[in-house]
């Protein structure tokens, strides 16, 4: 009986401190991008409106490899993602 709140209890403080870890990683990365580029992300002429402004800093964010994939030259910024399962 005591067992099962108590795993509950923990399970939300792991999810608690990941968010915050997720929060605190896309707020680093926007203030690295803005250092190197003194704008703020999706701020700019040259980044159509449709892209989101989490796609300019995908490097910063330890996601180089999926910014590498996105054709910015197409409509849809298609991302050229390998053949893989879905799991």
Partial sequence: GMLVP?????REAARRTQCTN???QTILAMHNFE???RRLPGMSAATPAR???FVDI???MESQ???SRINFATEANIIALPDA???
Wanted: aromatic letters at 8%; glycine letters at 4%; charged letters at 15%.
């Fill in 85 to 87: 399962p879905v799991t």
């Fill in 6 to 10: 108590g795993v509950a209890k923990v």
């Fill in 22 to 24: 997720q929060l605190k």
């Fill in 58 to 60: 995908f490097p910063d």
């Fill in 51 to 53: 892209i989101s402004m």
């Fill in 65 to 67: 490899s999926l910014y």
């Fill in 35 to 37: 250092s190197r580029n």
